[in-house]
C-alpha cells in the first residue's frame, strides 16, 4: 500500500479480452473500486487501504448465505489486512479458525486465477461456497463462467496459486 514498505496494489478501469489484453472501459462505481481490476498485488489478502474483501463479513457467506457489510465496531486485524464482521459472534468465530472462512486465493477472483493465472479483484455479489470453501469473482459474466466449469477451474486454481504467490 502507499505508504507502506509493501509495493502498491495498482488498480486499473478495465476489462480483459478473450487474449488477457486489458481495454479501458467506465467503471460502474460498485462497491469501493467499481469494475476495477488488480494487475499486481503482494498481500496475501486483497484489500483496499488495508480492508479485506471490502468491509465484508466472511462469516456471513456461510451464515446467512449472502453478501453482510461489516461493522467497523466488529473487525480485527488477520494475514495482513482489516477484516470486518457483522456481528461481535461472527468475530469470534473467524478468529478462531480463520482459513476456514477467508476466501480463498487471497479473496482474488476464482476464475482469474484458474484461467488467467493473474489477481483481478471481486465484487461480494459474486461469490460461492464448495466443498466448505469461500470463492469470490470479478462481476456476473464471470460468475457465469465460474460456474460452468466450477470443479476444473478450482484444480487450476489450486494448481497456479503457489506459483503466483511466489511471483507476487
Known amino acids: 500500500m502507499v505508504g507502506h514498505t509493501r509495493r502498491s496494489l495498482l488498480f486499473v478501469a478495465g476489462a480483459v479480452t478473450a487474449a488477457g489484453a486489458a481495454v479501458l472501459v467506465s467503471t460502474r462505481g460498485l462497491g469501493l473500486l467499481g469494475e476495477r481490476f488488480v494487475e499486481y498485488a503482494p498481500e496475501p489478502v486483497f484489500t483496499q487501504d488495508g480492508l479485506a474483501i471490502r468491509g465484508y463479513d466472511p462469516v456471513a457467506y456461510f ?3 449472502r453478501p453482510v457489510a461489516g461493522d467497523p465496531a466488529f473487525s480485527l486485524e488477520w494475514n495482513g489486512a482489516r477484516w470486518r464482521f457483522a ?5 469470534d468465530v ?3 479458525n480463520p482459513g476456514t472462512y477467508a476466501p480463498q486465493y487471497g479473496g482474488f477472483c476464482a476464475w482469474a486465477v484458474a484461467a488467467k493465472g493473474k489477481l483481478y479483484s471481486t465484487q461480494p455479489a459474486n461469490w460461492s461456497i464448495v466443498g466448505g470453501r469461500l470463492y469470490l469473482n470479478f462481476n456476473d459474466d464471470i460468475q457465469r463462467r465460474w460456474e460452468k466449469d466450477i470443479p476444473g477451474f478450482i484444480a487450476e486454481a489450486d494448481r497456479r496459486w503457489p506459483l503466483i504467490q511466489k511471483n507476487a
Not at 87 to 91: T, V
Open 63 to 65: 451464515t446467512e448465505r
Open 87 to 91: 456481528s461481535q459472534e461472527n468475530r
Open 94 to 96: 473467524f478468529s478462531a
